[in-house]
């Protein structure tokens, strides 16, 4: 076996399978798909994908699939029982790569008050530190994993398949920039905390006179009473102006909502909504995300984009936050949206020779 892949099951999950499984020889992968519920629903048609359901005897077979394989594409470090397969087997860590999401590495920041949790941590620390590759979807998160965790694995630059398609962006009808309409904003991207939503609702709470309509999606990644939290008090300032999304949209509905944004802010103190924002530079709509966070640079070297930087929104009146201009943001965006754009990188990584 070449390449195992160990990934849960997630909205980019079977995008990514079946990318893989369409551009390079599915005789070469293994996808080991993990999951807490048996009854998960999985709709790829591919035979080189595996279903292991977090029992500690279903995972004999992951191990031997393990040790057998040339590479091991770790896609994210979230599951501890993944990290504790890897902690026994410290010698799978060199042919080993980490797939960066974002809130894996910057676990590192939250605070340990408990012995499980600073264990816990001991043991990230051991792996991480002993990968033998990372792969990160924007340099920055590279550079603070060794600046954390004294990473000594080689570079990678990763790219996942945006569910949003180049495809469904292209179908939509341009919105008429004549029309003196309502300006609609977008808050983050989840009802992940990291998008801190509640900072965000009091900086614009200014602009609650203007013509202004707010979204906030809110369908994942948040517990029930962070979004009540969030949603009152949304209410409180911009009463029926602020709109929460709480259900979730297939790719072609969300699109179609993402063209009908003017501005979007992102305040995630951390890489995160990278799907979201592309597709929202390909429309051309104004973006504002924080200068201090691995992304900010990785627009700009990147992709030359100067992105609007959320720290100094308090310095702009309503015009000029509003104004969005001749964005060129689409022209240079657009690579992220092909096909061979990702076959390149995931070639690259997995043409990569192990060191011995």
Known sequence: MKNLHILSIDKFSEPYINFINKHFNPGEHQFALISSK??????????????????????????????KS??????????????????????????????VWG???????????????????????????????IVALVKG?????????SVTGKYHHGAYINPI?????????????????????QIGNSADPANNHLEVLKKLKRFREENITIYSPLSYAGDESYIKVIIEEGKKIFGDKFIP????????????????IDVAIFNNDRQQALGNIYALLY??????????????SHFKEKFDIEMNDFLAIDNLDFEQFAYIGGSQSKVKIERVFKEEYFVSIWESIFNEKNES
């Open 141 to 149: 998160d590279y550079d603070l994993a060794k600046k954390w965790y």
């Open 283 to 296: 429309l051309n709509k104004k973006v504002y995300i924080r200068s201090d966070t691995s992304m900010w």
């Open 38 to 67: 048996l009854n998960t629903e999985f709709r790829s048609k591919y035979k080189n994908i595996k279903r292991f359901y977090n029992k500690p005897f279903s995972f004999l077979l992951l191990i031997k699939y393990m040790n």
């Open 103 to 133: 809130g894996d590495l910057y676990a590192y920041m939250k605070p340990r008050k408990t012995i499980r949790a600073k264990m816990k941590e001991l043991l990230r620390t051991f792996v991480i530190k002993r990968f033998g590759h």
């Open 245 to 260: 999304l709480t259900e979730f949209l297939p790719p072609e509905e969300y699109s179609a909502y993402l063209n009908n």
């Open 70 to 99: 040339e590479h091991i594409m770790i896609h994210s470090l979230f599951n501890p029982k993944i990290l504790l397969l890897l902690f026994f087997q410290p010698w799978l860590l060199k042919k080993s790569y980490w797939i």
């Open 165 to 185: 398609s180049k495809k469904y962006l292209d179908s939509l009808p341009k919105k008429n920039e004549c029309e003196k309409g309502s300006l609609v904003i």
